[in-house]
């Protein structure tokens, strides 16, 4: 679903200020990637740097960085997990992230202590797009993947 | 140089810069806010021209550019990656600055001594 132009989807699980989105994978570990808000936020996206498989991340310790012409910073991580399996594809081709914000993930990753803990706090469903869109109309969040 | 290497690392960039070079006034930021996104601990110290950047009312209305993001925009984006900013305090009076009228993204006012020790203790050193 579309709210001011920014696509949600209710099967995946998203963060407070929906930065990033999370999908529950059959083996026990989450992909995590960016939201259609967040890469228009950033705009067009330049450089994308992944930490390398294995490597343990607490919360609040970024799985990665990008680089976009207006702005560099982290990738926002909400769980205590070790990185899987970084996605290539994004560092050869970053604007991937811009295009195709639910198709081009970040990583995979195993969360230390379990996914039913890494995802409390997370929203997801119905609730989590009716919150998305609550806050696009009253913050006037807008989204574009446009990267002229 | 990967995430490894870089983590930990005690980065500090030495901002002389101010409002009479706008164009030399975004980037500390930018880079800052990619290093502290890479675990580097990342502190600004601003002195010379440098606090005028910190003096409330320039930041929000300087660009580096036309039609750029506001530099208070960019000190922002760095707080949120854990960038700290220091004012010189020694730097103040030659800009007719009082510490009271500086910025609330300010971590801390401090003397010469406080760079000092910085500057020895650093793994990098930046001026910009």
Wanted: charged content about 25%.
């Amino acid at each position: 679903m579309e709210c001011n132009g920014c696509e949600i989807r209710p099967e995946l699980y998203y963060d407070p200020d929906f930065q990033i989105w999370a999908r529950r994978e059959e083996d026990g570990s989450l992909t995590v990637g960016m939201t259609d808000y967040s890469q228009s936020i950033a705009g067009k996206i330049l450089h994308a740097r992944v930490r390398k498989p294995g490597t343990k991340r607490p919360a609040n310790k970024p799985i990665a960085t990008l680089e976009s012409g207006k702005w560099a910073g982290p990738v926002p991580n909400f769980f205590d997990c070790v990185i899987v399996e970084p996605n290539e594809e994004i560092m050869k081709d970053p604007t991937l992230l811009n295009l195709e914000p639910y198709e081009a993930f970040i990583a995979v990753v195993e969360p230390v202590n379990g996914v039913e803990s890494a995802l409390t706090g997370m929203l997801t469903g119905d609730p989590a797009c009716e919150e998305f869109c609550r806050r696009a109309r009253e913050e006037g969040w807008e989204c574009s993947r446009d990267i002229r | 140089m990967d995430f490894d290497e870089a983590e930990d690392q005690l980065v500090i960039f030495l901002m002389t810069s101010g409002p009479s070079t706008p164009q030399r006034c975004a980037t500390p930021f930018y880079l800052g806010s990619l290093l502290a996104a890479m675990d580097c601990d990342v502190k600004i110290f601003f002195t010379m021209e440098g606090v005028r950047l910190l003096q409330k009312g320039v930041p929000e209305k300087l660009t580096a550019m036309e039609g750029g993001k506001y530099i208070h925009t960019f000190m922002q984006e760095a707080k949120r990656s854990g960038v700290e900013l220091i004012g010189c305090k020694p730097a103040l009076p030659g800009y007719e600055l009082e510490p009271g009228e500086l910025i609330d993204e300010v971590d801390e006012v401090a003397n010469a001594g406080r760079l000092a020790d910085l500057i020895l203790s650093c793994d990098k050193l930046i001026t910009f």
